[in-house]
């Protein structure tokens, strides 16, 4: 078999120490039965405890592991562009430390960049998606709907029901031309990426995924506004041709 790396798995990783080995573990047994060459980059987004440690401790048990990362805290959204411009893999897909989406799930998206298109994003919004155990309503409602609503009036996006999910498949392609071009390091960095994958004409699938929802974790009023103040500049970006 060809050394070309097949495929890049990253992930963006602050204050991690905790749950990255058993999630590093798991990623590991899946991709080592696997027929293809994979690497598994784990970014740490300047963490302040011991996340850098703790996945360059694994090394020498988990094949193809490669930490890397930066001092500064800059936000998830720099990580995983920092993570994806740095892999090598035909495809590069980026997932949580929480490990809420199991890696085997990656395999729903090679069927799709065969058929052709150019992103294949996991979501929890469309028909056949799994959430364990359900959410919330008013957590739905609140933090879900209405960014949704607020999203699509703000920067478009209409036809996809879910851009928060953090699952998301790309073509080294993609991420080479549109990766760059990104201007959010936080909150609505998703919503970004994939306006300027439409505006350059690349094809998105929505595929649904099974999701460990962890009914413990708590979005706060306070980055519900850091979101929509992210749309409101990736807005004022595309008026300004920022992107161009």
Same mark, same amino acid.
């Given at each position: 078999?060809?050394?070309?790396?097949?495929?890049?798995?990253?992930?963006?990783?602050?204050?991690?120490?905790?749950?990255?080995?058993?999630?590093?573990?798991?990623?590991?047994?899946?991709?080592?039965?696997?027929?293809?060459?994979?690497?598994?980059?784990?970014?740490?987004?300047?963490?302040?405890?011991?996340?850098?440690?703790?996945?360059?401790?694994?090394?020498?048990?988990?094949?193809?592991?490669?930490?890397?990362?930066?001092?500064?805290?800059?936000?998830?959204?720099?990580?995983?562009?920092?993570?994806?411009?740095?892999?090598?893999?035909?495809?590069?897909?980026?997932?949580?430390?929480?490990?809420?989406?199991?890696?085997?799930?990656?395999?729903?998206?090679?069927?799709?960049?065969?058929?052709?298109?150019?992103?294949?994003?996991?979501?929890?919004?469309?028909?056949?998606?799994?959430?364990?155990? @359900?959410?919330? +309503?008013?957590?739905?409602?609140?933090?879900?709907?209405? /960014? #949704?609503?607020?999203? %699509?009036?703000?920067?478009? !996006?209409?036809?996809?029901?879910?851009?928060?999910?953090?699952?998301?498949?790309?073509?080294?392609?993609?991420?080479?031309?549109?990766?760059?071009?990104?201007?959010?390091?936080?909150?609505?960095?998703?919503?970004?990426?994939?306006?300027?994958?439409?505006?350059?004409?690349?094809?998105?699938?929505?595929? @649904?995924?099974? +999701?460990?929802?962890?009914?413990?974790?708590?979005?706060? /009023? #306070?980055?519900?506004? %850091?979101?929509?103040?992210? !749309?409101?500049?990736?807005?004022?970006?595309?008026?300004?041709?920022?992107?161009?």
């Amino acid at each position: 078999m060809s050394k070309e790396i097949y495929l890049s798995v990253i992930i963006p990783a602050y204050k991690e120490e905790r749950r990255l080995p058993k999630t590093l573990k798991e990623i590991n047994k899946y991709l080592s039965k696997q027929d293809y060459n994979y690497e598994i980059l784990v970014v740490d987004d300047g963490s302040p405890d011991k996340t850098s440690e703790v996945a360059q401790s694994l090394v020498s048990e988990i094949k193809n592991l490669k930490p890397t990362g930066y001092q500064k805290n800059r936000g998830k959204g720099y990580a995983v562009r920092f993570g994806m411009l740095e892999a090598k893999g035909k495809y590069r897909v980026f997932t949580d430390a929480d490990n809420s989406t199991s890696i085997d799930q990656v395999e729903k998206m090679f069927p799709e960049f065969e058929a052709g298109f150019d992103i294949v994003i996991g979501s929890r919004n469309v028909k056949g998606a799994v959430l364990d155990p @359900p959410q919330p +309503w008013i957590r739905k409602v609140v933090t879900g709907e209405s /960014f #949704k609503l607020l999203r %699509k009036i703000l920067v478009g !996006l209409w036809g996809i029901q879910d851009t928060q999910c953090g699952f998301k498949g790309f073509k080294d392609e993609v991420v080479e031309k549109v990766f760059p071009k990104c201007k959010i390091d936080r909150f609505a960095f998703d919503p970004e990426i994939l306006v300027l994958c439409k505006r350059v004409g690349y094809k998105i699938k929505e595929i @649904p995924i099974y +999701w460990k929802n962890d009914l413990e974790s708590k979005v706060k /009023f #306070k980055s519900m506004v %850091k979101m929509g103040l992210d !749309l409101i500049k990736i807005r004022l970006n595309l008026l300004k041709r920022v992107y161009d």
